[in-house]
């Protein structure tokens, strides 16, 4: 049951996102294809990686992610800015525009989240909390992320 439940939580925030997605596309709006926004999230969540950082995180060679990124760059969705400390090294950096393309899926968890903090009480809040960082933290070791 537990799991059945997890995985209908977790499909309908893809889906929301997705529905989204595509309304965007219909209107002309989303440039971004899957991979590229697998890209921009996982760029995003790394939090202003270089580009040797974020072909190791996915698993990719540097040379397949300069690919990916020169092609983010030209649609404006990243900025590579040059490393203070290493002239060499470039940290790539969402721009406004991924912002807004992923506000979509973050104003539906805040709307959701918003939901859940009016029906259930303060003390089930705060233990869906502690639940939460315990998955993220401990449950999830495979998956690093800064800030966490």
């Keep these: 049951m537990l799991e059945q ?4 939580v977790y499909t309908k925030f893809k889906l929301h996102f997705y529905q989204e997605i595509f309304r965007r596309f219909q209107n002309r709006e989303a440039s971004l294809t899957t991979v590229e926004t697998f890209c921009m999230e996982t760029i995003q969540a790394l939090g202003r990686p270089t580009i040797s950082e974020f072909a190791a995180f996915m698993r990719i060679s540097p040379p397949n992610a300069a690919y990916k990124v020169n092609s983010l760059v030209k649609k404006g969705y990243i900025r590579k800015v040059q490393s203070q400390e290493d002239q060499r090294e470039f940290h790539l950096e969402v721009t406004q525009k991924y912002l807004d393309y992923y506000s979509i899926s973050v104003k539906y968890m805040v709307e959701v989240m918003h939901r859940i903090s009016q029906r259930f009480s303060p ?3 705060a233990k869906l909390e502690d639940m ?3 998955i ?3 449950l999830m070791p495979e998956v690093k992320l800064p800030n966490s």
């Design 132 to 134: 939460l960082v315990i």
């Design 136 to 138: 993220s933290r401990e």
């Design 123 to 125: 003390e089930e809040c």
């Design 5 to 8: 439940a997890f995985f209908n």
